[in-house]
């Protein structure tokens, strides 16, 4: 669906010279993907995104929307931004209206819908994020921080994009608000819209995603399955990833003569393989 | 765009300008703006060009880095070069159609305040890219402390400077999130209608006060902990000096002073 | 010795309609030199305690005292906020100087401190916190971790008995994550410095001394790291999680694998589990 081909990005940074931010990156987006994007902090990891979503031009290379080609990166951008949602870091930053409705509604009547389309939108969204009606009156400067992420998510999601991508959307949660936005996710993929999740948590890549680009210094390393990328470990460590725990767990077992299959990463899984490899040996 | 304002921003380069006493730099830079307005007449101009010049290559910041720093004010430079161009009375006119008139003393005054700008922005620059603004601001502590004596609350003032200094690159990469994070839920900044564009603002300045206001409340918090009291005195991290490169200044200052006197008595 | 006590700590205000009390009858002695981890999920109370002990907010009933000195008293309240430094969670929000060392001075400067102590201090601290060789620059310039350990810096060169961290790697990536817990732990083990740490990341609990677990202003566990996560279900209910091995180790147990001691990390996990496999040689 959208395909970026030998991308380079590059800016002047303080001093005259450029710094490059990204070499060459060649991925493909398909529709119905939940694809996972990890690397360390200025890996480039925002910029593919800002470039995805329409929000920056490269300085090199081609951007495929549609199976159409584009030269000229000001279209390219305007098809990317009519397909692509994002959400930022900390979204709950971007509020700004009286009422979670309107903040909400701000998408669908930019896209010139009249009043009773932009209802629909705001009130679809709003269930998607899990948001109760009865907020919808309320300033969304009143609410607790997870509930004004879900408003800022709910913002994305009413302008109905096909691809939605969220950068670290999970980012001072607790642990129960962080599952809760995960299964979020979930659903909103299983509605039909292409999800793409930026994050280091490798543990959330691993429980939620089924592909993973991963980029190091601006540069792909790596963009496979999620069980074949986590069966590179030493990949991982060379981008100065967490690797998770039951992964490092499987590790150590299997260096030490034990035959456990390294495409687990729930804990489930993982304790019924290990009792199904004890069993076999004892 | 908004990464190309240079004011403001400090360079780091071993230089004797960076390790000049702030005070000295402060008062030149003064003293630079008044000759700037005073002066008249084509070869004090050149003077003071060349010593802008010479400065900037005493202070080894990259010449391409100074001249990024002036793009932003091109409007400006262009709309008072052209009020100035169109609006001065003279007698040698150059060109007449309609209402616009040209004259010669327009075309001059036009170059005259283009030039005045740029080099009072490239002076200024010079100061606060030499100059870490902690040095800068206590360096405006010092010579403004006499104030303090009739009440003024310099401290506090000079604490405020600082801290906003601090936050501008944070609030200018806030900014440029929020316009982003907009932009992508359609909102429309590039309308060429001026009071939509006024509207489009909005969503734009309304989560940078809140943030704003987020950061100064933290702020305020963390350097209460950290046992910060307006009221009270407080020693300095930070010491001056005047060296013999402030004295060299001064001795440059009055060279100055003197070549562009002969200038006018001569010229 | 005790650094700080709390006694019948009780912390409430009034909104519009009724009153809340957000922290109920807490009474917490923490030791000199330990290292306390406090976890709870959102609205808990767990920041709301941290800001009893630097005296931001004074108890509502009740009391706590900060190296004997109690908060209320307002003639030592520079006394205690010396000797309990705090460190906050966006790293952004608490550096005040445009350059690095000057931000380490803040707190001496306010202090009074003479200026050839004040250069020795700033450097020691620097170099506590391995970031000596970055003391010129700019802190926007500097990494998440960087910055959090410019801001330890700037409590350690106060020389505090204790420093109290709130959230202080919630912003952080990996990297930035595992460098600021390095740094409080060698501050801890090295420099004898007593700890409280708030953080919702179940990992970084597990490597301090003792864990309090908080809900609804009250303390719901309060015991060593092992003995805390052992209690899966309780964490569980109150909307928080434990480390992936100890619910591994745990699940293993239940399916019949003995597994006799408490687990945290991974390693300890695999160990475990390989005693069972040597089994099968015997």
């Known amino acids: 669906m959208i395909e970026l081909k030998n991308i380079f990005y590059s800016y002047s940074a303080n001093s005259s010279e450029n710094t490059v931010a990204l070499k060459d990156i060649n991925l493909k987006i398909n529709k119905g993907e939940f694809i996972g994007i990890a690397g360390h902090t200025g890996s480039g990891k925002t910029t593919v995104a800002q470039i995805l979503a329409g929000l920056i031009n490269p300085s090199e290379g081609e951007i495929v929307v549609n199976g159409e080609s584009f030269s000229d990166y000001k279209s390219a951008a305007r098809a990317l931004r009519q397909k692509v949602g994002i959400v930022f870091q900390y979204p709950e930053h971007q509020l700004f209206e009286e009422t979670v409705y309107r903040d909400i509604a701000f998408g669908p009547k930019n896209k010139g819908l009249n009043e009773k389309e932009v209802d629909e939108c705001v009130r679809k969204s709003a269930s998607l994020a899990h948001l109760k009606e009865e907020l919808f009156d309320k300033s969304p400067f009143e609410l607790s921080g997870g509930q004004k992420r879900r408003v800022a998510i709910a913002g994305v999601l009413a302008t109905e994009p096909e691809v939605l991508i969220l950068d670290e959307p999970a980012a001072g949660l607790d642990p129960s608000g962080r599952a809760r936005l995960l299964e979020e996710l979930r659903r909103i993929r299983e509605e039909g819209t292409t999800v793409i999740l930026i994050s280091h948590s490798m543990e959330d890549l691993a429980e939620n995603v089924d592909r993973i680009i991963l980029l190091g210094n601006g540069e792909k390393i790596k963009d496979a399955s999620t069980s074949e990328v986590f069966q590179d470990v030493q990949s991982l460590e060379n981008c100065s990833l967490e690797i998770p725990e039951i992964t490092k767990i499987i590790k150590i077992l299997n260096e030490n003569g034990m035959n456990i299959p390294e495409n687990i990463f729930t804990v489930e899984d993982a304790c019924d393989a290990i009792c199904k490899a004890l069993e076999v040996s004892q | ?267 | 010795m005790n650094i700080i006590e709390a006694k019948n700590l009780i912390f409430s205000y009034k909104s519009n309609t009724h009153e809340k009390v957000v922290l109920d009858n807490l009474n917490i002695n923490i030791e000199k030199g330990s290292f306390t981890a406090i976890i709870g999920h959102n609205g808990s109370g767990k920041s709301t305690f941290a800001k009893h002990m630097n005296a931001i907010l004074l108890p509502s009933g009740g009391s706590i005292c900060v190296c004997k000195i109690d908060s209320k008293d307002e003639e030592r309240l520079y006394e205690l906020r010396k000797s309990a430094g705090m460190v906050f969670q966006n790293p952004d929000n608490q550096i005040v100087a445009t350059i690095v060392e000057e931000d380490v001075a803040f707190g001496l400067e306010n202090l009074c401190i003479e200026h050839e102590e004040m250069h020795k201090r700033v450097e020691e601290a620097l170099k506590a916190v391995n970031m000596y060789k970055y003391r010129k620059r700019a802190p926007h310039l500097l990494s998440g971790g960087q910055k959090q350990r410019v801001a330890i810096a700037g409590v350690l060169a106060m020389q505090p008995e204790c420093i109290i961290l709130d959230e202080p790697t919630a912003m952080l990536d990996p990297k930035g994550r595992r460098e600021v817990m390095d740094t409080i732990l060698s501050l801890n083990k090295e420099k004898n410095i007593t700890i409280v740490m708030i953080t919702h990341y179940m990992d970084e609990a597990a490597k301090a001394d003792r864990v309090i677990v908080l809900d609804k202003g009250k303390v719901i566990l309060d015991d060593t790291p092992q003995n805390v996560f052992e209690k899966e279900e309780e964490l569980l209910s109150l909307g928080l999680s434990v480390p992936h091995s100890t619910e591994l180790a745990h699940r293993l147990r239940k399916s019949g694998i003995k597994i006799d001691r408490a687990i945290l990390t991974p390693e300890d996990c695999a160990k475990e589990i390989l005693k069972h496999k040597g089994n099968s040689y015997d």
Request: net charge positive.
């Open chain 2, 1 to 267: 765009m908004i990464r190309d304002i240079t004011i403001g921003q400090y360079y780091d380069a071993p230089s004797p300008i960076h390790k000049m006493d702030p005070r000295t730099k402060i008062l030149w830079t003064l003293f630079y703006m008044i000759t700037l307005f005073v002066v008249e007449g084509f070869w004090s101009y050149v003077v003071i060009v060349a010593s802008t010049a010479l400065i900037i290559a005493l202070s080894k910041i990259p010449v391409k880095f100074m001249l990024r720093g002036l793009k932003p004010i091109i409007l400006l430079v262009v709309i008072t070069a052209a009020l100035n161009l169109f609006m001065t009375q003279g007698e040698n006119v150059i060109f007449s159609k309609g209402i616009f008139t040209i004259t010669l003393e327009g075309v001059y005054m036009a170059a005259k305040m283009a030039v005045r700008i740029i080099l009072l922005i490239i002076g200024t620059s010079i100061l606060t890219l030499t100059t870490t603004p902690t040095v800068l601001t206590g360096g405006l502590e010092i010579l403004l402390s006499p104030l303090k004596k009739i009440g003024v609350p310099i401290s506090v003032f000079v604490m405020m400077v600082g801290i906003a200094l601090r936050f501008i690159p944070t609030l200018l990469d806030e900014t440029d999130k929020i316009i982003k994070a907009q932009t992508s839920r359609g909102a429309d900044f590039e309308n060429k209608n001026p009071v939509k564009r006024i509207k489009a603002m909005i969503p734009i300045l309304i989560p940078l006060f809140v943030s704003a206001f987020r950061r100064a409340d933290d702020l305020a918090v963390a350097m209460e902990c950290r046992c910060y009291n307006a009221d009270a005195d407080r020693s300095s991290y930070r010491r001056f000096a005047f060296g013999k490169r402030d004295f060299y200044a001064l001795m440059y200052a009055v060279i100055f002073v003197i070549i562009l006197v002969v200038i006018k008595v001569v010229l």
